[in-house]
């Protein structure tokens, strides 16, 4: 048997273990459509017993614009179901998409994270989000989806500020009655 294979092997071996490649590739280049990635720690407390929304993510995409958020529960009693009405605003007071992010089963102290993106819109296109009830939670043994209505889950959820995006607790919309129809 010839020495010459097992030093050719041996000469491999020593190559790909030293890191090296042969042909001398480069590193591909970065990906233009890869996400900008900004977070924060999530502000768990706003020194008040009430159920607290963080949003601490934000990944801006050329077309799109993803948001993290953390709902931490300060309330004495479960919170078995609870729903946030996300809507970005554009130029002004201009309401461009709206999304509802359900949130479930929080005990006292327990927190939950959820994601929400806005399509065919950057993150620096969007003025700020403004945050609604749309009406749907289940908070204690008096609360639940019979019982509410749009506005009284409202009192139970602070907004803190977010360094990632102006975000803020807005008023509730009136709900008009439509009129029958002949």
């Not at 004495?76 to 998409?97: E, H």
């Not at 296109?125 to 009284?152: H, L, Q, S, W, Y």
Request: glycine share 6%; with cysteine; aromatic share 4%.
């Amino acid at each position: 048997m010839s020495k010459q294979p097992i030093s050719v092997l041996a000469l491999v071996a020593a190559i790909v273990a030293g890191g090296c490649t042969l042909g001398g590739a480069k590193e591909p280049p970065p990906n233009p459509n890869a996400a900008k990635v900004s977070r924060s720690e999530p502000v768990t407390s706003t020194g008040r017993k009430a159920v607290v929304l963080s949003l601490h993510v934000k990944k801006e995409f050329p077309e799109a614009c993803m948001l993290g958020m953390t709902l931490t529960n300060n309330l004495d009693t479960k919170v078995t179901n609870i729903s946030v009405r996300l809507t970005a605003y554009i130029n002004g007071n201009v309401q461009f998409d709206t999304i509802t992010r359900n949130f479930s089963e929080l005990k006292p102290t327990e927190s939950q994270y959820r994601e929400a993106t806005f399509t065919q819109i950057q993150c620096n296109k969007i003025d700020f989000i403004g945050v609604t009830d749309p009406g749907r939670c289940a908070i204690g043994d008096e609360m639940n989806r019979f019982t509410t209505a749009p506005g009284d889950c409202a009192k139970f959820v602070d907004v803190a500020v977010s360094p990632q995006l102006t975000i803020r607790k807005m008023p509730q919309p009136k709900v008009t009655e439509s009129e029958p129809i002949e």
